[in-house]
């Protein structure tokens, strides 16, 4: 089981990025997948987190509007698409795996099975 997280970068106040976490080893049907950031200082916060089987989601407050998860069965790939980013949305970006399908339990790190390597983004003038 393996998850590949991409798509972080550079980008000024008000831009967008679009992060992926490819996954191999599982389908992203049969996993819950979310997204996690630690910024400097910071505990590692749930940004947000997508179950494809109940067909649910969720965004932490300080993304919700802003930003958008999604999946693609056929690259096996959840997106997270960030726009209207902000300096205090620098952090380091990461994607986890869960079996747990409840939605509830999906916004602490401890539901998550399996991590990937994390993809800084810097939000910058």
């Known amino acids: 089981v393996q998850l590949q997280a991409s798509g972080g970068g550079l980008v000024q106040p008000g831009g967008s990025l679009r992060l992926a976490c490819a996954v191999s080893?599982?389908?992203?049907?049969?996993?819950?997948i979310g997204w996690f950031r630690r910024a400097p200082g910071k505990e590692r916060e749930g940004v947000s987190c997508?179950?494809?089987?109940?067909?649910?989601?969720y965004y932490v407050a300080s993304v919700k509007g802003r930003c958008t998860i999604s999946g693609d069965n056929a690259k096996n790939t959840v997106y997270l698409q960030m726009n209207n980013l902000r300096p205090e949305d620098t952090a380091v970006y990461y994607c986890?795996?869960?079996?747990?399908?409840?939605?509830?339990?999906?916004?602490?790190?401890?539901?998550?099975?399996?991590w990937g390597q994390g993809t800084q983004v810097t939000v910058s003038s």
């Open positions: 080893g599982f389908t992203v049907d049969d996993y819950a």
């Open positions: 986890a795996a869960s079996r747990t399908l409840i939605l509830s339990q999906l916004r602490v790190p401890s539901s998550y099975d399996y």
């Open positions: 997508m179950s494809s089987r109940e067909g649910s989601t």
